[in-house]
Nanobody, 126 residues
Framework: QVQLVESGGDLVQPGVSLRLSCTVS????????MSWYRQLPGKKREEREL???????????EYAESVKGRFTISRDNINSALYLEMNSLKPEDTAVYYC????????????????WGQGTQVIVSS
């Protein structure tokens, strides 16, 4: 059974840092590119936006423009874990953050259906 479990979300003040984690089971982590998506308040599931994506080799496909220079995606292939280091958090980063296992096509990341976690809530507010 495929499982992805996110953790690390919290209510924080602007400017602080958070580290999100995603642990997986039920599939071979090292075979898959991975990503973080987020669903902003009031947005639908199909409107989730890509935050960052990383190849199974550690190559970074992309970061969303809004998080470049502040967020860092990384993975631990030994422990089948995915991370998102978020610095200088802003109120507009408030969202539910999801990890996803995907596929690569033409050097780009594509999410796979059925390979989503339940999400972890991040609220940035003073």
């Amino acid at each position: 059974q495929v499982q992805l479990v996110e953790s690390g979300g919290d209510l924080v003040q602007p400017g602080v840092s958070l580290r999100l984690s995603c642990t997986v089971s039920g599939f071979t982590f090292t075979n898959y590119p991975m990503s973080w998506y987020r669903q902003l308040p009031g947005k639908k599931r199909e409107e989730r936006e890509l935050v960052a994506a990383i190849a199974n080799t550690g190559f970074i496909y992309e970061y969303a423009e809004s998080v470049k220079g502040r967020f860092t995606i990384s993975r631990d292939n030994i422990n089948s874990a995915l991370y998102l280091e978020m610095n200088s958090l802003k109120p507009e980063d408030t969202a539910v953050y999801y990890c996803n296992a995907g596929q690569e096509g033409n050097g780009r990341y594509f999410p796979m259906a059925g390979y989503w976690g339940q999400g972890t809530q991040v609220i940035v507010s003073s």
